[in-house]
């Protein structure tokens, strides 16, 4: 049994659904306590400090690298400086091909041991590594040459500076350079949690992969900036920024956006294209950080749905209506819902810009809406859900099976809430034909699928 402070020698020999190195103690020659330890990779040896024991696992730290494993990247090709600090990108330091792998294992894994299912997911989809990200929301901070710009550190607010994360766009660095060298000419301070005082505490970015355009949204405590022509002159000379928006959020709070916003410059909003449709995008809009990859995503699901032309297609948790809307051509009737108001009128906006005429979009929970629709008699053809991390509730589902739908596609970003969710709909006479896992966010934990359910 390990004790807080031990110095072990270690093997990793798997990867948790975090992203952390499992490995175990020797415990009189037999197989031990599970150490949890972030940072390393299958086959890494490692001189682990034990820095915490619960009753049945421990975590630990790596104090030595002693040997690597093969899926661990050479040093010198972790080419961010601050990845370790900044934890939010768990696989930066292991192969592309051996975070695939791991994630591939992760859906495995869930299928098998909490679905009970006998499904060997698909190959898994992978994505461009870098870069891939259209969306960034960095806190400020005061420092003692003006403001600073990062993330937090993994369960903390120890702001870990960085303006050129990996995973964004490079033009967001050169966003945020435009706003220091006016904050620091403006005399502009960072908020303060502790005490409430200073400006700015966020700066929100958001680009347009296919038209190339950039939203810039300073989120203050205040609508009273200083010197806001200089600003703009400043960002303006940043490629493809086309709107400048300030948000103002006065509220002790971690909630990152307000209630009220205005522009400084442009619409206030910038166009993408999705799947062939054009989508508005203003600071509150929901859409997919990796735009790229939401094509591969929908297209999967389309194929899975199946669609002749003739079928009512039923999207629930449907957001802004991306996914339905990309497959609305292939339906007779389509039918979104979604519980946040803001979402569902883009949406609405959304269809009607793109010529949608089939669409109907209902403000409401999954379940009162599965139901209201069930008493009006409507029965889905097909029905698509793209839940929350916590996947459906039980009601949800059993309203699902009781509009008896020939197929049901489930789009997941969570393999755990998935084969739960699998497993019960397997009692209601709907079976997993496929799985198809997608990694949608490189260099972190997380990981998509798409799976295929028919009615038997």
Not at 6 to 22: F, H, K, P, R, W
Not at 171 to 177: I, P, R, S
């Amino acid at each position: 049994m390990p004790k807080k402070n031990d110095l072990i020698e270690l093997t990793v020999e798997a990867m948790s659904s975090e992203g952390n190195g499992i490995a175990h103690c020797t415990e009189n020659g037999e197989r031990g306590m599970a150490v949890f330890i972030p940072a390393t990779a299958v086959g890494d040896r490692v001189l682990c400090r034990i820095v915490k024991v619960e009753k049945r696992f421990a975590y630990g730290r790596v104090e030595q690298l002693l040997a690597a494993g093969e899926d661990r990247l050479p040093a010198e090709e972790d080419a961010c400086p601050v990845s370790a600090p900044c934890g939010g990108c768990v696989y930066r330091h292991v192969t592309y091909e051996a975070e695939l792998r791991y994630k591939w294992q992760r859906v495995a894994d869930a299928l098998s041991r909490i679905g009970g299912m006998a499904v060997t997911p698909n190959p898994i989809v992978g994505s461009t590594p870098e870069r891939y990200r259209n969306k960034a929301q960095y806190p400020v901070a005061n420092g003692e040459n003006g403001l600073r710009f990062g993330f937090y550190a993994p369960r903390s607010h120890r702001l870990v500076e960085q303006r050129d994360c990996l995973l964004q766009p490079r033009e967001f660095a050169e966003v945020l350079n435009a706003v220091a060298a006016w904050g620091d000419a403006a005399g502009v301070k960072a908020y303060n949690e502790a005490d409430g005082s200073g400006l700015l505490r966020h700066v929100y970015i958001r680009k347009a992969e296919a038209t190339g355009q950039i939203m810039v949204c300073l989120v203050c405590t205040s609508g009273r900036l200083p010197h806001t022509d200089d600003l703009v002159d400043r960002l303006r000379k940043v490629a493809g920024v086309c709107t400048v928006v300030v948000n103002i959020n006065r509220k002790d709070t971690n909630v990152v956006l307000g209630d009220e916003e205005f522009s400084l410059f442009g619409s206030g909003t910038i166009e993408d294209r999705l799947c062939g449709l054009t989508f508005s995008l203003s600071p509150r809009s929901f859409y997919q950080v990796n735009r790229t990859q939401a094509e591969v995503l929908y297209a999967l699901a389309a194929e899975a749905a199946a669609l002749t032309g003739e079928e009512t297609l039923l999207d629930l948790y449907c957001g802004t209506g991306t996914i339905g809307l990309s497959m609305a051509s292939k339906a007779k009737n389509l039918i979104g819902v979604e519980v946040v108001a803001a979402a569902v009128a883009d949406a609405r906006r959304n269809a009607e810009r793109n010529g949608v005429q089939s669409a109907r979009f209902i403000c409401a929970d999954a379940g009162e809406a599965a139901r209201r629709l069930r008493d009006e008699g409507i029965r889905p053809d097909v029905v698509v859900i793209d839940p929350p991390r916590k996947g459906c509730t039980p009601d949800v589902i059993h309203t699902i099976a009781e509009m008896a739908p020939t197929r049901v596609v489930y789009v997941s970003c969570d393999p755990a809430t998935l084969a739960r969710d699998l497993k019960l709909f397997a009692e209601l006479g709907y079976q997993t034909e496929q799985v198809t896992p997608v990694d949608m966010f490189p260099r972190t934990a997380h990981v998509e699928s798409v799976a295929v359910l028919e009615r038997v």
